[in-house]
């Protein structure tokens, strides 16, 4: 096995530890009664949506000539039906349905 892959996989690994952990570890809110799975649970849905906007901007990454106008449609979507109804799955529903349908364009 190549190294660069063995050290890309264990990197990966890393990264994908801390953003499950490290929400549970940082106060989210000044209330002391809440649990630790209450703050896991809030600090799941704004990483689900990180993790979409991650990797719909990792592949645009290496050529970096020019973004793709599905990119702005998607964060719009994701920002305003989270302003609108307040759900992380509509939001990211939403995010993805339009960063999908700019993609077409």
Request: with cysteine.
């Amino acid at each position: 096995m190549r190294p660069e892959l063995l050290l890309l996989a264990c990197a990966t690994g890393l990264v994908t530890w801390a953003f499950r952990v490290l929400p549970t570890k940082l106060p989210m809110h000044a209330s002391s009664r809440q649990t630790l799975l209450r703050r896991f649970l809030a600090a799941t849905g704004p990483a689900a949506i990180a993790t979409l906007l991650a990797a719909s901007l990792l592949p645009m990454l290496p050529p970096a000539t020019a973004l793709s106008p599905a990119l702005p449609l998607g964060i719009a979507a994701v920002l305003a039906v989270y302003a609108w109804r307040r759900s992380v799955v509509l939001a990211t529903l939403a995010g993805a349905l339009a960063y999908g349908l700019g993609s077409l364009l």
